[in-house]
């Protein structure tokens, strides 16, 4: 018999009642962005359960696959204060963050006063986030931890909901700089975009090149998504989930008597992987229609939540390995 874990004392009943209204408001926002982005229902899916879970993603495609829209659409059919920072070579950390400039009263007294930047928003999309320094992408670092940025050494609390969703090139493109691994592992998940299928293609092409484009409807408010958010961290945990969620992540590190991790993997996820399972399982199974998750959500989640916090050996690299082989084959084993 299995031990189920609650974060707080909610009835069945309860539980049952707020997650019915929940699907009913989640399936008002997929019918809204299926109206404006055509297929890649796995990526909306996994970006909706980042945010549904109430973390950031990084949405990594090459471009012209529909990345920006996306976000632009979430934005506006959450409800939620929206700002875009273009990413590039000359972007300055003030240029997300804000500044503090001097001004002079009518009596001649000055004072410093701080204008706030882009990054006060309750969806900042950070576009082409891998075009700029990685001095600049470190900006973002406290604010999508701890929810506050901290200028002159003063703190300054940041609007709620906060998400970042960011896009990102191919590193192999020319002009991209690398995330810093610190960077990387404050994102909940990673969603690689690929091209669409025919179908989906088709219907772009017939939908978007008339006179009149489909536009996104607002059907979700801050306040809505944020109590969603709190019934998923509500939501009971199967003990034999615990379990699958610490044996895939563990095994994905180096040093634990698994051979083909040792060879492969230089190294591996931290507990922030382990939380991120947590979270993304449970609104993945709200998602779905459960109320609680399973193993198999694990096993759909290891590539999103695991391969941005992985780094493959040399050997591996050279055998033409990828992450996503390794996390694959680990998923299998729960």
Avoid at 46 to 73: D, F, M, Q, S, Y
Avoid at 131 to 140: E, F, G, K, V, Y
Avoid at 268 to 283: D, E, F, H, K, W
């Amino acid at each position: 018999m299995s031990v189920m874990i609650k974060e707080s004392p909610l009835s069945d009943k309860a539980m049952i009642e707020q997650a019915e209204k929940a699907l009913s408001d989640i399936s008002k926002v997929r019918d809204a962005i299926g109206r404006v982005i055509f297929g890649q229902e796995a990526v909306v899916e996994r970006t909706l359960v980042a945010l549904l879970a109430g973390g950031h993603a990084l949405l990594v495609g090459v471009p012209g696959l529909a990345k920006t829209k996306l976000v632009e659409t979430l934005g506006i059919v959450l409800g939620l204060d929206s700002r875009r920072i273009q990413f590039t070579p000359d972007l300055m950390p003030s240029d997300i963050l804000g500044s503090e400039v001097m001004e002079q009263d009518e009596l001649g007294k000055r004072s410093f006063r701080f204008l706030r930047g882009p990054i006060f928003s309750q969806l900042l999309m950070a576009d082409e986030i891998n075009r700029a320094s990685p001095r600049t992408q470190s900006a973002l670092l406290q604010a999508m931890q701890e929810y506050h940025v901290t200028i002159a050494g003063v703190r300054h609390d940041l609007p709620s909901p906060f998400h970042v969703l960011a896009t990102q090139n191919p590193l192999e493109q020319e002009g991209t700089y690398p995330l810093p691994e610190a960077q990387l592992d404050r994102f909940l998940m990673q969603v690689d975009i690929l091209y669409p299928e025919i179908e989906a293609e088709r219907r772009i092409l017939l939908e978007t090149t008339g006179v009149e484009e489909a536009k996104a409807d607002n059907v979700l408010q801050p306040a809505r998504l944020k109590e969603i958010q709190t019934l998923i961290r509500r939501m009971p945990v199967p003990e034999s989930v615990v379990e699958a969620i610490l044996k895939l992540v563990r095994s994905a590190r180096p040093g634990q008597g698994i051979a083909d991790t040792d060879k492969h993997v230089a190294w591996g996820p931290g507990p922030r992987a382990s939380q991120a399972l947590t979270l993304c399982a449970r609104a993945r199974a709200l998602y779905d229609g459960r109320l609680a998750p399973s193993v198999d959500d694990i096993r759909a989640l290891a590539e999103p939540v695991l391969q941005h916090r992985m780094a493959l050996t040399f050997a591996a690299r050279a055998e033409g390995t990828s992450v996503r082989d390794v996390v694959a084959k680990l998923a299998k084993g729960i």
